[in-house]
Structure formats: structure tokens, C-alpha cells
């Protein structure tokens, strides 16, 4: 038989290592079956052992009372052949009564005649005298006996009966008082009746016992029962031994074989039902590992999701060498992939999620894991000392495939990546930690231009704190009335007459300084802020031009306004509250309103002009698809960047650039604002080129509604000089 060896052994522990709970329900099933079979064997046994104890003991009372039968028998053998006148010493051979002997021929083997002096007279043994020769032997075994019981055999046929050691060996005996105290000499006074534990006597004796091994033995031997044979001084004579016949043991081997089907079938049973436990319990527990899986696995990319990127994060951080594991996370987000999604469709969008998860995964290093965030973001986690350059390579690697269109089936897209670091020793900081940081970093690569790395550094926290804490002057500016609203008047290019006001925000009272807008209007937009500081501006412009007739007021309004799915019930609100004309007031927006959610800025617009509010696109020509916008939004005017209408005399091109827009927005019958009009040269050029309303400082600074009003009075009466 082969051994198995450690091999076997190991894997056996490993098994059980990792299913603790099919091995723990496995061994109590074994346990149970072994426990009952035990049981059932201890049961078994503690009957049996009882069963054989109560037969010992129900044997050797039966031997005792077998026995005293026997003397019994021979007392009532010995009384009848004193009763029969031809009885031993009366001239006829002994016989035994009807009905009261052992052997039919032999009822006893020797009687013998003993005086009043229990002095032996004479006898017969087996039919023949005993021999004076052999008197004296009998007259020895027997004379102890006499001698104890002659008290008792004073009066006629007194009988008395024991055990004596003969020279034939142990020997039962009966003695019968005859004629005691007679004065006849030649008549004995007892006669003594014997018979010897001969084979036949002993067989009698067993078949009536119902055991056929009774013996006669001086010792009894190892494991046989008995009962002693004692003469009337108490001493053992011998012993009647027989063998234990085991009556228990026998039953139990009779009934072992149905019983052992029991415990068989029990066990099977037993096992049976712990097989289909073990069965529904893996069944169980291979759904749970699926689910498990399923719950860790993004469903999309099939990579690890961010739940599944911070278990193995912890996991990690336990089974490193050391406590001290250096880790770095990458956040990548992907740009323009909304584009894609809105362009080709969101099918195309989760194909280049699955395209990019496979080639992301392509660049990783050795001991680092890739997961999907969710929407547009992965992240990366590297381990080792050289996680920082690992990270760094694979997050330039991902930027150089962007560089080019990925290819899909049906189309090639381009998208580029916003990347952030974050270096981390454990220990230092939780997972948690390391991910904001990651993510800020992140953030910082889309603010400053997207497609670029930024690695985590302090600084990125502390502009993080003053952004908050600047939130939270805006915030408590509003309420104490920091904020103020100025405005910059539109003018018609050529008389230069104020058509309409443009409504500034400033933060003129702030304790610890002015802030220009450039400053807080960023943060006011991240935050969330916009929301009400753009609600602030538009009530205050209409309250102060409310009373002033003809007069237009532009507004500019944040993407993240439009977001707010309440934004066109607050501006029905603020028009209704301050009277203000909604065909007054005209709304600016830029290109990127309509690049994050062109058919929410398509149904504000709608849902707002039906009031008469107006729109205009600023920044125009400061984008790519600025003129697809013109031809898809009603808009009433188009705002020519700054950057092309404020440097026209000293750059050609950009001339021509701003002639061909201009060309354009009339072709589509819109009005064309030019801002940035710092000199008379740029406002002479650009009406030349057909501007219809000029914006800058030349024709008036941000003031606020007071001195607006003055600086409309002075364009008012140079454009009538001009028209004069």
C-alpha cells in the first residue's frame, strides 16, 4: 500500500485552507457517522457485556441450585433404601426409589457402616466390599464429616449431607442415622451413602445444567466460571467449573450483521445528506464568489472597479515586505469623450472605453493593477520603489496613444487624457487620502490646458484651501452685500450711441481686498456658487434699468447655470418680481455651453424666447465650431472675441479672419458685436469691416448704474452732434 506522501498532505491542508467551511461540514459529516457507529458499537457491547453478566449470574446460581438438587436427590436416594427392607446391610443390593436416582443402574457408588464410636464396620463400593485395606483411607475421608454433623444424627433418620475428599476424589455424601443409642452391638449407627462426580454423573449434570463442558477441577481454569465444592470445615475440596457460554456475545453476533446495515445505512444517510449540503453550499458559494466578482469587476471594461482598486489596496498594503511600501496612483480621466458619446453615439462610446481598457492594460508594469473608476475615468495603482517612474512611464505612454485617433469599428475618434499622481509610502496616509490626491492632481491637468501629467504636490492642497476659503467669503460676501454690478455700455458703431448695457460683477468690498473676477469667478463656477451669484447680477441689473426705456441689458451666464434644471423658472421669477421687459434682456453664452449639453441649451433658449428674452454667442471665433452653432441657435447677436477684434491694426491676418466671421453672422442675419475697442483706429477698422456695435473702453469703462447712466447721456449727445 502506498503511503501517501507530504506532498499529499500539504495539498490536503491546502484544500482545506481554502474551503475552511466545506472541510469543517465534511469532517463533522465524517465525525457523525463515526460517532454513531461508535455508539451503536458501544450500545452493542454494553448489552452484550451485560447480557453474558446476567447469564453468569443466572449460571451460577443455577449450578448452586443444581448442585443442591443433586444432594437433594441423593438425601431422598439414601432415605428410600433406608425405608426398603432389603436395603445395604439387610441382605439385598441397594435400590433406589422410583423416581430418585442419577444412573438406573447405579444409583449410588459406595455406602458404608459406621458404629456409634464412628468407627467404620464395614461398606461396599461399586458392588464389591471395601478391603480392610481400604477401610482405613474411607474411614479417614469420612470420619470429619461423621464427626461434624453427629450431633445432628442422634435421633433415627437424621440425615446430613456435604462434601468429602475420598480416595476416589471429591465425593457427595449422605449420612442416615440408624438405631442411634441402641444396645445391639453388631448394628452400626449410621450408614453413609456416596457418589462420585464420575463422566456419566457429570454429563447428567450438564444436560440438565444445559452446558456440556462441567468439569471437576481441583484449580479452576482462566476465564471459567464455578462454584467451590467445600467440605464441612470450609475448606475447598474442588471446584465445579464450566465455561462462560456467552449468551450475549452470542446474540450480539447474530445481531451484528443487521445492525451493522444499520449503522451502514444511518451513515449513508448521514453522508448523503452532508454530500447535498456540501453540493448547495458550493452552489452557494460559487454564487457568492460570482457575485463578489461581479461587484469588484466593471462590467463594461471587465477590469477591477474602484471598490475592487481599494480592497487590493488594502491587500496589498498587508502582504508587502515590510510596513513601509511605497505605492503610486494614477487618475486618468479621458477628454472629449462626451464628444464621442454625443457624436457617434453611446455605442461607440463603450467600445472605446473597452478599446482603451485593453491597450491601458497593455502598458502596465509589473506589480500594478488597472481598474475603471466609472464613466470616463481609470486608475492606476503601482507598488515597489520605483512606482513613481512606472507610473510616470505607463501615463505618458497613454498620452502618446492619444496623440493619434483610435480606431473603432465603425469610426476613428479622438480623445485625449487629463493624468494625476499621487506618491504615497503606506503608513503615511490611508487609501483614501492618496485617491483625492490623485484626483486633485488630475483636476489640475484639465485646468491648466488637459492632455498633460501633473503630479501631486503641497502647493495643490493649498490652493485646494484657498479656493474653500475663498468660497466661503463669496458666500458670506453675498450675504453682507460685498458684491456689487457694473456695467459697460454697447455701442452703435458709427454714431456710438449706448444700445445696451453689459452687466458686470465686481467684489469691490471685500475685507481683505477688491478681488477681481478673473480671481473668484473660477472658483464661484466650481463650487457651485454661480448658481446664486448669477441670480445676484441678473435681479440687479434689472432693478437698476428697469425705469430706463429702450435700453437693452446682456447678462453673461455660467455652463454650470445651465445645468440647474430650475435656471429658466429663476430668470421667469426675477423678470416677474423687478417688471423688467423680457424682450430687454438678452443672455451671453459661450461655445462650451453648447459643447457640454446642446439639446439643454437648445430647450432654455426655446422655453426663454417664448418670453422675448434674446441670445448671443460670446467669444465668437475663439473656437472651432462656433459657426455649426450659428446656423443650429436663434441667436440675435455674435460677440467677436477679443483676442481677434483688439489686434487687427497690427495683425492682417487676423483681420482677415475677423472680416470673413463677420461676413458670415450677416450672412445669417445677425447683428455682430466687436469688444476690447480700446483705440479710435480699432473702432474706425471695424466698422469698416462691418461691426454693428462696439464694446471696449473708448467707448466707456465698467462703471456702476449711476455713472453708466452719465456716460449714455455723453455718447447720446455726441452720436446727435455726429448725426448733425
Not at 507598488?383 to 480606431?407: E, H, I, K, M
Not at 451666464?557 to 417688471?579: G, Y
Not at 441667436?635 to 489686434?647: C, E
Request: charged share 20%; net charge negative.
Amino acid at each position: 500500500m502506498r503511503i501517501p506522501g507530504p506532498s499529499f498532505l500539504s495539498r490536503v491542508l491546502s484544500w482545506a485552507r481554502d474551503n475552511s467551511i466545506f472541510a469543517v461540514v465534511l469532517l463533522s459529516g465524517i465525525l457523525s457517522c463515526a460517532a454513531i457507529l461508535s455508539l451503536l458499537y458501544s450500545s452493542l457491547q454494553t448489552m452484550t457485556d451485560k447480557a453474558n453478566d446476567i447469564a453468569a449470574v443466572r449460571d451460577e446460581r443455577a449450578a448452586v441450585t443444581l448442585v443442591d438438587a443433586y444432594l437433594a436427590r441423593l438425601k431422598t436416594i439414601a432415605l428410600g433404601m433406608e425405608a426398603n427392607p432389603d436395603g445395604p446391610g439387610r441382605g439385598a443390593p441397594p435400590k433406589p426409589p422410583r423416581g430418585a436416582h442419577f444412573e438406573a443402574d447405579l444409583p449410588v457408588d459406595a455406602f458404608l457402616f459406621f458404629d456409634s464410636e464412628l468407627d467404620f464396620q464395614k461398606g461396599s463400593y461399586q458392588d464389591r466390599p471395601i478391603a480392610m485395606t481400604e477401610a482405613a483411607a474411607w474411614e479417614a475421608s469420612l470420619q470429619p464429616f461423621l464427626s461434624a454433623n453427629a450431633a445432628s444424627l442422634t435421633r433415627k433418620g437424621a440425615v446430613e449431607a456435604g462434601f468429602v475428599e475420598t480416595p476416589h476424589g471429591p465425593t457427595m455424601v449422605v449420612a442416615v442415622s440408624r438405631e442411634a443409642g441402641r444396645a445391639s452391638g453388631d448394628r452400626p449407627s449410621f450408614v453413609l451413602y456416596a457418589r462420585h462426580f464420575t463422566p456419566a454423573l457429570l454429563g447428567a449434570m450438564s444436560e440438565t445444567f444445559r452446558n456440556s463442558q462441567l468439569k471437576i477441577l481441583q484449580v479452576p481454569l482462566r476465564g471459567d466460571h464455578y462454584i467451590p465444592l467445600n467440605d464441612e470445615q470450609g475448606h475447598r475440596l474442588a471446584v465445579l467449573s464450566w465455561s462462560d457460554s456467552h449468551p450475549g456475545t452470542e446474540a450480539a453476533m447474530a445481531a451484528r450483521p443487521q445492525i451493522l446495515q444499520i449503522g451502514a445505512l444511518m451513515g449513508l444517510l448521514i453522508l448523503l445528506l452532508v454530500g447535498g449540503f456540501l453540493f448547495g453550499l458550493r452552489r452557494l458559494s460559487q454564487s457568492e464568489k460570482r457575485a463578489q466578482h461581479l461587484s469588484l469587476t466593471d462590467k463594461l471594461s471587465e477590469l477591477p472597479n474602484r471598490r475592487a482598486l481599494l480592497d487590493m489596496m488594502a491587500q496589498g498594503t498587508r502582504t508587502r515586505a515590510g510596513r513601509m511600501a511605497p505605492y503610486t496612483i494614477a487618475f486618468i480621466d479621458l477628454d472629449g469623450f462626451k464628444d464621442v458619446n454625443d457624436v457617434h453615439g453611446h455605442e461607440a462610446g463603450d467600445e472605446l472605453i473597452v478599446t482603451l481598457a485593453k491597450v491601458f492594460s497593455g502598458y502596465l508594469p509589473a506589480d500594478a493593477t488597472l481598474a475603471r473608476l466609472g464613466g470616463d475615468e481609470f486608475a492606476l495603482i503601482v507598488w515597489g520603489q520605483n512606482a513613481r517612474t512606472l507610473a510616470s512611464q505607463f501615463a505618458q505612454a497613454v498620452l502618446n496613444y492619444l496623440r493619434q485617433p483610435v480606431v473603432l469599428s465603425r469610426s476613428a475618434v479622438r480623445v485625449g487624457a487629463s493624468i494625476g499622481l499621487a506618491h504615497a509610502i503606506w503608513g503615511e496616509c490611508d487609501a483614501s487620502e492618496v485617491f483625492r490626491r490623485a484626483d486633485m492632481a488630475m483636476y489640475r491637468s484639465k485646468s491648466m490646458g488637459k492632455g498633460r501629467i501633473t503630479e501631486y504636490d503641497a502647493a495643490i492642497d493649498e490652493e485646494r484651501k484657498g479656493r474653500q476659503i475663498l468660497e466661503e467669503q463669496m458666500r458670506d460676501g453675498l450675504l453682507c452685500d460685498e458684491f456689487t454690478v457694473v456695467y459697460q455700455p454697447i455701442c452703435h458703431a458709427v454714431t456710438h450711441s449706448v444700445q445696451a448695457m453689459e452687466a458686470l460683477v465686481r467684489w469691490p468690498h471685500r475685507p481683505a481686498g477688491a478681488l477681481a473676477p478673473d480671481a473668484f469667478i473660477n472658483v464661484a463656477e466650481t463650487s457651485g456658487f454661480i448658481q446664486e451669484l448669477g441670480r445676484f447680477v441678473l435681479r440687479r441689473a434689472c432693478e437698476d434699468f428697469q425705469r430706463v426705456p429702450d435700453l437693452r441689458v446682456h447678462v453673461n451666464v455660467s455652463p454650470v447655470q445651465f445645468k440647474d434644471p430650475d435656471f429658466e423658472s429663476h430668470v421667469r421669477a426675477i423678470l416677474h418680481d423687478t417688471h423688467f421687459p423680457p424682450h430687454r434682456l438678452e443672455l451671453e453664452i459661450t461655445e462650451s455651453h453648447i459643447i457640454e449639453n446642446p439639446d439643454r441649451v437648445a430647450a432654455i433658449i426655446s422655453s426663454l424666447m417664448e418670453l422675448g428674452v434674446t441670445f448671443s454667442l460670446d467669444d465668437f471665433g475663439a473656437g472651432w465650431s462656433g459657426i455649426g452653432y450659428l446656423r443650429h441657435f436663434p441667436f440675435n447677436h455674435v460677440k467677436i472675441d477679443r483676442s481677434i477684434a483688439g489686434s487687427i491694426e497690427h495683425d492682417p491676418q487676423r483681420c482677415g479672419v475677423l472680416t470673413g466671421a463677420i461676413h458670415i453672422a450677416h450672412a445669417l442675419n445677425l447683428k455682430v458685436i466687436a469688444e476690447g475697442v480700446e483705440t479710435e483706429e480699432q473702432a474706425e477698422l471695424l466698422r469698416l469691416a462691418g461691426c454693428d456695435l462696439l464694446q471696449g473702453y473708448l467707448l466707456g469703462r465698467p462703471s456702476e448704474a449711476d455713472e453708466a447712466m452719465k456716460t449714455k447721456a455723453l455718447n447720446d449727445r455726441y452720436s446727435m452732434q455726429f448725426q448733425a
